[in-house]
């Protein structure tokens, strides 16, 4: 499975983005898809996961009530809806997927499908 990512930009503290993780491949819906975020300085972090479904979400403590994940697996996308953005939540957004058929993981190193990053700035 591809996956790219797209959304990304300029937003004051407060505001609010949309995310987009387009997927290629026959058998996109049978892949759980991640939200992984690098901030500058600082590692990888998991922020947010979803099953191949999409009944099955994750969200870590920072970010639950502020970001939703969601996909629509016959359009092959994967969005995260970000309000209520912060300054800490600037960093580089990739859409990741682990192996086919493995349920999303908060462990980055289980992701083996990156798309590349998209660029998330939020100023104070």
């Known amino acids: 499975v591809q996956l790219q990512a797209s959304g990304g930009g300029l937003v004051q503290a407060g505001g609010s983005l949309r995310l987009s993780c387009a997927g290629s491949?026959?058998?996109?819906?049978?892949?759980?898809v991640g939200w992984v975020r690098q901030a500058p300085g600082k590692e990888r972090e998991f922020v947010t996961g979803?099953?191949?479904?999409?009944?099955?979400?994750f969200y870590i403590d920072s970010v639950k009530g502020r970001f939703t994940i969601s996909r629509d697996n016959v359009k092959k996308m994967v969005y995260l809806e970000m309000i209520s953005l912060k300054p800490e939540d600037t960093a580089v957004y990739y859409c990741?997927?682990?192996?086919?058929?493995?349920?999303?993981?908060?462990?980055?190193?289980?992701?083996?499908?990156w798309g590349q990053g998209t660029l998330v700035t939020v100023s104070s």
């Open positions: 990741a997927a682990p192996p086919r058929y493995s349920d999303y993981s908060a462990s980055v190193q289980d992701y083996i499908y």
């Open positions: 491949g026959l058998m996109f819906s049978s892949y759980a």
């Open positions: 979803i099953n191949w479904s999409g009944k099955n979400t």
